[in-house]
C-alpha cells in the first residue's frame, strides 16, 4: 500500500483558468515540486498549456507527476451542457496524455444555493424531473470518462452547488452505479456542509478512489455560516485553515485509509483568494510537513 501526497493550482488561487489573478503555470508547479509535493492537478482545464509535448516537459523539469483534473462546471444548468462537455473532453484528453488517473466532477456553485451553504435544513432541493435531469448529466460524463478515456471518475461534494450535502451525495450514489462512478472525496467540504468525514469515509471507503485533504476553521465556519457569506468570500476569510489547524481529525483520516488498505494520491487543496497577502508556498510547506508529522 502507498499513499501519495500532492497538491494542486487551487491552493495557489487558480479556480477559473481566464482569471486575470492566476500566477504563471510555471510558478505554480515549481512552488509544489519546492513544497515538497511528488503530484499536482491539472487545475481547471486552459490554465496549462494542452499541448501535451510543452506540459510534459515541465512535468518532468519539476519531477510531478499530474494526478487528475476537475470538472467545476454547472451540472446544474442544462443550458450549460455543451460547457460542461467541452470542458469534460478536454480535461480527458489532458489526462491521459499525462497518465493521469482521477477525473473529478465538481458541480459549480448556483445563486439558487449560494445563501445556504452549511446549512442542509434551509437549502432548496431541485424537484424530481430536475433532479433526475442532473443525475443524468453527472452519469453521463461519468460514463465518457471511465468507457471513452479509461478514467476513475469521482464525484466531489463542493459547497454552494447542488451536490453539497451528505444525503444528496448519497442520493447520488444509490442511483448511478459504481462502476463509473466513484467518490473523490474531500475532507473540508464535507466539514463545511455541517457533516463528519470520518463517519462517512468509515461507511463509503470502498468506493473511495482519491481524496481531497482540507481543513476548517471551526469559528469561520460558525460565522460565515450565520453570515450567509458567499463561498470566495469565506475563502478569503480563511474558512480553508492549514491543514492540522482546523476541525478534520487527520490522524483519524489517515486510519481509516490504512485499515481499508488505500493505494494512491491524496490531494491538499487549500482554496484561498490569491487578491489577499497569503503565501501558498509557505502553507503548501506547512501542509506537507504537518501530513508527514502524522505519517503520511
Given at each position: 500500500?502507498?499513499?501519495?501526497?500532492?497538491?494542486?493550482?487551487?491552493?495557489?488561487?487558480?479556480?477559473?483558468?481566464?482569471?486575470?489573478?492566476?500566477?504563471?503555470?510555471?510558478?505554480?508547479?515549481?512552488?509544489?515540486?519546492?513544497?515538497?509535493?511528488?503530484?499536482?492537478?491539472?487545475?481547471?482545464?486552459?490554465?496549462?498549456?494542452?499541448?501535451?509535448?510543452?506540459?510534459?516537459?515541465?512535468?518532468?523539469?519539476?519531477?510531478?507527476?499530474?494526478?487528475?483534473?476537475?470538472?467545476?462546471?454547472?451540472?446544474?444548468?442544462?443550458?450549460?451542457?455543451?460547457?460542461?462537455?467541452?470542458?469534460?473532453?478536454?480535461?480527458?484528453?489532458?489526462?491521459?496524455?499525462?497518465?493521469?488517473?482521477?477525473?473529478?466532477?465538481?458541480?459549480?456553485?448556483?445563486?439558487?444555493?449560494?445563501?445556504?451553504?452549511?446549512?442542509?435544513?434551509?437549502?432548496?432541493?431541485?424537484?424530481?424531473a430536475e433532479w433526475a435531469a442532473y443525475?443524468?448529466?453527472?452519469?453521463?460524463?461519468?460514463?465518457?470518462?471511465?468507457?471513452?478515456?479509461?478514467?476513475?471518475?469521482?464525484?466531489?461534494?463542493?459547497?454552494?452547488?447542488?451536490?453539497?450535502?451528505?444525503?444528496?451525495?448519497?442520493?447520488?450514489?444509490?442511483?448511478?452505479?459504481?462502476?463509473?462512478?466513484?467518490?473523490?472525496?474531500?475532507?473540508?467540504?464535507?466539514?463545511?456542509?455541517?457533516?463528519?468525514?470520518?463517519?462517512?469515509?468509515?461507511?463509503?471507503?470502498?468506493?473511495?478512489?482519491?481524496?481531497?485533504?482540507?481543513?476548517?476553521?471551526?469559528?469561520?465556519?460558525?460565522?460565515?455560516?450565520?453570515?450567509?457569506?458567499?463561498?470566495?468570500?469565506?475563502?478569503?476569510?480563511?474558512?480553508?485553515?492549514?491543514?492540522?489547524?482546523?476541525?478534520?481529525?487527520?490522524?483519524?483520516?489517515?486510519?481509516?485509509?490504512?485499515?481499508?488498505?488505500?493505494?494512491?494520491?491524496?490531494?491538499?487543496?487549500?482554496?484561498?483568494?490569491?487578491?489577499?497577502?497569503?503565501?501558498?508556498?509557505?502553507?503548501?510547506?506547512?501542509?506537507?510537513?504537518?501530513?508527514?508529522?502524522?505519517?503520511?
Amino acid at each position: 500500500m502507498t499513499i501519495e501526497i500532492g497538491n494542486a493550482p487551487c491552493s495557489w488561487g487558480v479556480e477559473f483558468a481566464d482569471d486575470p489573478r492566476n500566477p504563471p503555470w510555471r510558478q505554480v508547479l515549481s512552488d509544489c515540486a519546492a513544497a515538497g509535493y511528488r503530484g499536482i492537478e491539472l487545475g481547471p482545464v486552459g490554465f496549462m498549456p494542452e499541448d501535451p509535448a510543452i506540459l510534459s516537459d515541465a512535468l518532468g523539469e519539476f519531477g510531478l507527476s499530474l494526478i487528475g483534473g476537475v470538472v467545476f462546471r454547472a451540472f446544474h444548468d442544462p443550458q450549460s451542457w455543451d460547457d460542461v462537455l467541452d470542458a469534460s473532453h478536454r480535461t480527458c484528453r489532458a489526462l491521459v496524455a499525462h497518465g493521469a488517473k482521477h477525473l473529478v466532477l465538481i458541480d459549480s456553485i448556483s445563486p439558487r444555493r449560494a445563501p445556504t451553504a452549511g446549512r442542509a435544513s434551509e437549502a432548496e432541493q431541485m424537484d424530481a424531473a430536475e433532479w433526475a435531469a442532473y443525475r443524468d448529466r453527472i452519469a453521463t460524463i461519468a460514463r465518457i470518462g471511465t468507457e471513452d478515456y479509461g478514467l476513475t471518475v469521482g464525484i466531489h461534494a463542493h459547497a454552494a452547488g447542488f451536490m453539497d450535502f451528505e444525503p444528496e451525495l448519497e442520493r447520488l450514489l444509490d442511483e448511478v452505479d459504481d462502476s463509473i462512478l466513484k467518490i473523490c472525496f474531500d475532507t473540508g467540504h464535507h466539514s463545511y456542509a455541517g457533516f463528519d468525514p470520518v463517519a462517512f469515509m468509515k461507511r463509503h471507503i470502498g468506493r473511495i478512489s482519491y481524496m481531497h485533504f482540507k481543513d476548517i476553521d471551526p469559528s469561520v465556519k460558525a460565522s460565515v455560516i450565520e453570515n450567509r457569506t458567499g463561498f470566495y468570500e469565506a475563502c478569503g476569510q480563511g474558512i480553508f485553515c492549514n491543514l492540522g489547524k482546523g476541525d478534520v481529525d487527520f490522524a483519524a483520516v489517515r486510519q481509516v485509509l490504512l485499515d481499508a488498505g488505500f493505494d494512491g494520491w491524496c490531494t491538499v487543496e487549500q482554496d484561498c483568494d490569491p487578491t489577499l497577502d497569503v503565501s501558498p508556498i509557505a502553507d503548501a510547506q506547512a501542509n506537507r510537513a504537518y501530513l508527514a508529522s502524522i505519517g503520511f
